[in-house]
């Protein structure tokens, strides 16, 4: 019998391993692939010098979470940006979710403009800000994005693994939105991008 629940543990671990790094890989992966677009957008602010100064979190699947949605009335208004420039918006949803046993929740907005254009029809959008802001990560909050089709059955999954900075984390010159306060949240998500590090480099090097 001892043999048996030795094996059986083993077993698993072995999976448990197995799943983890799966994750991993898959986190890594999209990382390389979020990377790599920096070198074909038209207005991209980053050239392939400046990559090695993206930061990331360790991959955490507990940063994966499952959330409720729940679909709002699509009324439009202006997001500011921070360069003063406002942008329009509809009040697409709120997914509530948990993580590390606290709830939270987010809204998700969809723009008007680029619901016109084929490529982005699908696109949505989740600015938000954490207690991480202004010391690991871009003090002006991070974006996460979502495809309609990633809402079934009321509910979908956020990857803050996945959550990413504004191109004004980078450089001045962009229009980039303003997470709203609802979108801020009272917890430190230690996921995702951290801050872009090429000026402290070259300040230490002076």
Same mark, same amino acid.
């Given at each position: 019998?001892?043999?048996?629940?030795?094996?059986?543990?083993?077993?698993?671990?072995a %999976?448990?391993?197995?799943? %983890?790094?799966?994750?991993t890989?898959?986190?890594?992966?999209?990382?390389?692939?979020?990377?790599?677009?920096?070198?074909?957008?038209?207005?991209?602010?980053?050239?392939?010098?400046?990559?090695?100064?993206?930061?990331?979190?360790?991959?955490?699947?507990?940063?994966?979470?499952?959330?409720?949605?729940?679909? %709002?009335?699509?009324?439009?208004?202006?997001?500011?940006?921070y360069?003063?420039?406002?942008?329009?918006?509809?009040k697409?949803?709120?997914?509530?979710?948990?993580?590390?046993?606290?709830?939270?929740?987010?809204?998700?907005?969809?723009?008007?403009?680029?619901?016109?254009?084929?490529?982005?029809?699908?696109?949505?959008?989740?600015?938000?800000?954490?207690?991480?802001?202004?010391?690991?990560?871009?003090?002006?909050?991070?974006?996460?994005?979502?495809?309609?089709?990633?809402?079934?059955?009321?509910?979908?999954?956020?990857?803050?693994?996945?959550?990413?900075?504004?191109?004004?984390?980078?450089?001045?010159?962009?229009?980039?939105?303003?997470?709203?306060?609802?979108?801020?949240?009272?917890?430190?998500?230690?996921?995702?991008?951290?801050?872009?590090?090429?000026?402290?480099?070259?300040?230490?090097?002076?």
């Amino acid at each position: 019998m001892k043999i048996v629940l030795s094996t059986l543990f083993t077993i698993l671990v072995a %999976a448990s391993g197995s799943q %983890a790094q799966t994750f991993t890989e898959e986190t890594d992966q999209y990382r390389r692939k979020y990377k790599d677009e920096f070198l074909h957008s038209e207005n991209s602010p980053l050239k392939a010098a400046d990559l090695p100064y993206l930061q990331f979190y360790t991959p955490d699947s507990s940063y994966r979470v499952k959330a409720r949605f729940e679909k %709002a009335k699509a009324k439009s208004f202006e997001m500011p940006t921070y360069s003063g420039m406002n942008k329009t918006y509809v009040k697409y949803g709120v997914l509530k979710f948990k993580v590390n046993g606290r709830r939270q929740k987010l809204t998700v907005y969809r723009s008007l403009s680029l619901q016109q254009l084929a490529k982005y029809k699908d696109y949505l959008f989740i600015p938000f800000k954490d207690k991480t802001n202004g010391a690991e990560t871009y003090g002006g909050g991070r974006y996460l994005d979502l495809k309609t089709s990633d809402l079934k059955d009321g509910t979908c999954v956020i990857d803050f693994n996945k959550a990413y900075n504004p191109y004004c984390a980078y450089s001045t010159g962009y229009n980039c939105p303003i997470p709203p306060l609802n979108n801020h949240l009272a917890i430190a998500v230690t996921a995702g991008e951290k801050n872009f590090t090429k000026q402290q480099h070259e300040a230490s090097i002076k």
